[in-house]
């Protein structure tokens, strides 16, 4: 299974989702559906493929389908979402994209967010041709503004492929990969790939793993047939003392193992993945509108 591949439960027949987050930061993830984000308030930072922009109020930003990304926002930071199905942008401009993701301010998407967001909660009769509408206006008047080019197989090179594949191996053998296996797995050197993995997810190796071991930990609480003891759940899960566990534990979640919420999710909301649940969103985001 490929780790950090997120599928969301979307609306029409076009697949769309919409959302408005405040503080929100998500993991390195990839998706089918194109993203487009639009900051209403703060700043926010997007990593894509291994690029790092710094976003204010007024910036949107495109994402296209399958390309690795993470966003984080400051404090108090408010970012709009719209996501959709690329083939809304093959008829409008065939093989074609902005030749930016960063776009300077333009107010109206704001404007078509709220219409869209509106449709998809309603959810009056047609409302899905009624959102393919707005979205198919929106993607051309952003096509009008900005300068295009011809999508190629470029921004998703050799390392993003193998970054992807790293991300599945790191799920599947979350117990026990370490940072050399990581380090060896892309063929880098152990001080490359510590640079590189920090780059483009926004957090060290140590950091990340911790997260995925936690969300194993967390499912193994919730699901506990075997009555396994919290010490066989730590260890279990990779880590090496009870005391690390523990510590790990309350910093991501706010509790103590033993003071898990029955049914808790580490993340903000659920959404589907191939073969478990895996949302790439952290809990220090705030879903204001979905």
């Not at 404007?111 to 206006?137: G, M």
Request: hydrophobic fraction near 35%; include cysteine.
């Amino acid at each position: 299974m490929l780790a950090n591949f997120e599928l969301r439960e979307n609306k029409g027949r076009d697949s769309v989702w919409a959302g408005r987050y405040e503080n929100l930061h998500n993991l390195p993830h990839w998706h089918m559906e194109c993203e487009l984000l639009y900051i209403e308030k703060g700043q926010v930072t997007v990593s894509l493929n291994n690029t790092v922009y710094e976003l204010k109020k007024g910036n949107a930003f495109f994402i296209d389908s399958r390309e690795i990304h993470y966003i984080k926002g400051s404090p108090s930071s408010i970012t709009e979402i719209i996501m959709f199905d690329s083939r809304i942008l093959e008829e409008i401009a065939p093989g074609h994209r902005p030749q930016h993701p960063q776009f300077s301010p333009h107010p109206f998407i704001a404007d078509y967010y709220r219409e869209i967001k509106k449709e998809l909660s309603l959810q009056e009769r047609y409302f899905d041709l009624r959102v393919r509408s707005l979205l198919t206006l929106l993607m051309l008047d952003i096509f009008r503004k900005e300068p295009l080019v011809h999508r190629g197989k470029s921004r998703d090179n050799t390392s993003m492929e193998n970054y992807k594949n790293l991300l599945g191996e790191i799920e599947e053998k979350c117990s026990y990969i370490t940072f050399e296996d990581a380090a060896a797995f892309m063929g880098l050197s152990k001080p490359y790939f510590s640079r590189f993995f920090k780059t483009v997810s926004g957090m060290t190796f140590s950091q990340y793993l911790n997260i995925i071991r936690l969300e194993k930990a967390i499912y193994l609480l919730n699901h506990n047939t075997r009555q396994l003891s919290i010490t066989d759940i730590a260890s279990c899960c990779g880590f090496d003392t009870i005391r690390h566990f523990n510590r790990v534990f309350r910093e991501l979640t706010g509790f103590s193992p033993r003071e898990l919420p029955e049914n808790y999710i580490l993340t903000s909301h659920s959404v589907k993945s191939m073969g478990k649940n895996f949302n790439p969103t952290l809990p220090s985001s705030l879903l204001l509108e979905d």
